[in-house]
């Protein structure tokens, strides 16, 4: 017998968007105007719109690599340095025609739920054709099946990057109101953070939901958190190549391939590159707006001493007795 074509691949329509936004809860959102919340966590529409589309459409293949973040986390850092790595050898770091000198690490790591269906298979930004790599917001229990491993036989891997929840909302803060013409208080937006309504919120879960699974299935899923990178770029970055079963070679480490991958990726580098400093992305950020000041405990500049231990205080909350602190 013939094998059936596969359906032709198509978004999901806008009454069916629409649909579904109706019978979700709704809350006005940090970022986009409103929230809706979905299998438990709150995504913008067009997210939303993304992420079934993904739960309908994407098929993972054997070795794709998903980099998984809460917004702010450190995202576009992370982006860079995965394309560098899986592509050291096509195009080595010192290369002055290296890929990330010319495009964003959004272009080159493209966010899962920001992709059409017809570009799933077209993706091809690791020199491996059995490997992609893709970022993304999306919760553990939200990502599609096939990806998480419930179907046992897949190779790919999940790289989970966390922040201190204070920078991270620090950093949200200044990102969203980049971009609004009418800027949200920093008092509306801490509280709407505080209650879990946040893009891809409440965070606490978010983290918690990956936390566990590194924990029960090491060679699955890594936990990196953005504090360590800044700490002790050079364990850090062996730590994902070991875990992503690319490890650098004596020879690798030796010429300072490790160093170099660390320079082309860091903020200081990244943030003279033309192509982050002008252009926009998707919705209308600004490239550059991904760059603020990449440092460590901004959130002193910004939350009151109130509002920091009260960060402090849910996180100790929703992380008791498992094992995580932040
Ligand atoms: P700040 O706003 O605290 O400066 P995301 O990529 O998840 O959107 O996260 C953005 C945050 O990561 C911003 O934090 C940004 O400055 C920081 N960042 C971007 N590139 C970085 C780099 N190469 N090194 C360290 N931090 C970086």
């Not at 067009?46 to 980099?67: A, H, M, S, V, W």
Request: overall charge negative; aromatic content about 12%.
């Amino acid at each position: 017998m013939e094998p059936r074509p596969a359906p032709p691949l198509q978004d999901v329509d806008n009454q069916e968007l629409e649909n579904l936004l109706s019978s979700l809860p709704k809350e006005r959102g940090i970022i986009p105007s409103y929230s809706y919340q979905y299998q438990g966590f709150w995504y913008s529409p067009i997210t939303l719109q993304g992420i079934i589309n993904c739960q309908k459409y994407f098929q993972p293949r054997e070795n794709d690599i998903f980099l998984v973040t809460s917004p702010k986390s450190g995202t576009t850092w992370l982006k860079a340095i995965l394309f560098a790595l899986v592509n050291r050898e096509a195009h080595p770091p010192q290369d002055p025609h290296h890929p990330l000198l010319s495009k964003t690490p959004h272009q080159l790591v493209p966010f899962l739920e920001f992709l059409h269906p017809s570009e799933y298979d077209s993706l091809c930004n690791s020199s491996d054709s059995s490997s992609r790599i893709f970022a993304t917001h999306i919760s553990l229990g939200t990502l599609p099946k096939a990806i998480t491993g419930d179907s046992g036989s897949l190779n790919c891997k999940i790289v989970y990057l966390c922040r201190d929840i204070k920078d991270t909302f620090v950093s949200l803060f200044h990102f969203g109101n980049n971009k609004k013409t009418s800027p949200i208080s920093l008092e509306d937006a801490f509280n709407l953070y505080c209650k879990g309504i946040s893009s891809a919120g409440p965070i606490w879960d978010q983290i918690l939901g990956y936390w566990k699974e590194s924990q029960k299935n090491q060679h699955k899923v890594l936990f990196m958190r953005y504090e360590e990178m800044k700490d002790e770029p050079y364990l850090q970055l062996r730590r994902l190549a070991n875990f992503l079963g690319i490890p650098f070679s004596q020879e690798e480490e030796s010429s300072g391939l490790v160093d170099q991958i660390i320079s082309i990726c860091s903020f200081e580098s990244m943030t003279k590159v033309d192509v982050n400093k002008t252009g926009t992305f998707v919705d209308g950020f600004n490239n550059s707006s991904f760059f603020r000041k990449g440092v460590v405990g901004d959130w002193k500049n910004c939350l009151t001493a109130d509002m920091a231990s009260r960060l402090d205080q849910i996180t100790e909350e929703k992380f008791r007795g498992s094992g995580l602190s932040l």
